[in-house]
């Protein structure tokens, strides 16, 4: 846990940093008009080999996204709608092709604008995986999650902070539902005697930081942080830490670099890390 502390404090010092260079007024906003933007891409490496004398093995790795954000005005309220989706699969050599990414947040926030330094809000988020994930270390593989199995679903009320260009952050109070259907070891109180639930429900405090920093000319950094911690167990905090470093190479043609951190005892009691470096084929669709 000490490690993911560390890099916490390390990545919100660079945020911190980054924004008050990019420091700016906001605009005012349009209102009564709705702004959607969707952004699909598909990531790949690959490796082809034939006759090649110094060993290895054919590869391929692709990985399938979608970002789309949505954002309605009124005079003294605004709405907030932001999807993302990854789904990837692997093959090396003769394998099968296995999951390399399985992923589906969507978020939703609606704010008041109160005319104070921070706003009141209310949010929901929804969390889970797109297909079946399996755990490749055990042979054969075993199915250790799917849709909505579990599925996480979280209502949050509190304030939201967005006075600084690219940058926005909200703290408040949560309620947290875990679903499940086979995989109950995700929603099962342990301390119970009972047969495992499949239903869990927590309540604590939830924090959300998103930033969105130019680099340079073609290059974006973007991230978000998402801290949850329980009142009966407020010592312990579930960590979820997107990064997405992007270059951009030409109007379709990107480099991308994701580095993604994730520690919720539920899922499992070491620190989840998860790195991607890949050329990326990027389309707005609006």
Not at 39 to 58: E, F, P
Not at 253 to 269: A, G
Request: net charge negative.
């Amino acid at each position: 846990m000490e490690e993911v502390k560390t890099m916490l404090r390390k990545t919100l010092l660079f945020l911190m940093i980054a924004v008050s260079v990019t420091l700016a007024q906001t605009a005012e906003p349009e209102l009564h008009i709705w702004k959607h933007s969707m952004v699909t891409g598909l990531n790949i490496s690959q490796i082809s080999l034939n006759n090649w004398a110094k060993g290895g093995q054919n590869s391929l790795n692709w990985t399938l996204t979608l970002d789309y954000s949505g954002k309605y005005n009124w005079e003294k309220w605004k709405f907030k709608n932001d999807l993302k989706a990854a789904y990837g699969r692997s093959k090396l050599g003769e394998d099968e092709y296995r999951t390399n990414d399985n992923e589906l947040y969507n978020e939703s926030v609606l704010s008041m604008l109160a005319g104070w330094n921070v706003d009141p809000y209310i949010s929901n988020t929804i969390r889970t995986q797109i297909s079946t994930g399996f755990d490749y270390k055990a042979s054969p593989a075993v199915e250790i999650a799917d849709f909505f199995d579990p599925g996480y679903v979280t209502q949050s009320i509190g304030f939201t902070y967005d006075q600084l260009h690219g940058f926005t952050t909200r703290l408040g109070v949560a309620f947290q539902e875990t679903f499940t259907n086979v995989h109950r070891n995700y929603s099962d109180d342990p301390e119970t005697l009972t047969e495992a639930e499949a239903f869990k429900f927590e309540t604590g405090l939830e924090s959300v930081t998103d930033g969105e920093v130019t680099l340079d000319e073609n290059i974006i950094y973007k991230s978000k942080l998402r801290l949850f911690t329980r009142f009966e167990n407020i010592d312990v905090w579930d960590v979820y830490f997107d990064n997405l470093f992007s270059a951009k190479v030409n109007s379709w043609l990107n480099v991308n670099l994701t580095i993604q951190l994730i520690y919720e005892k539920s899922q499992s009691p070491k620190t989840q890390l998860k790195q991607a470096l890949q050329l990326g084929l990027r389309y707005t669709l609006i």
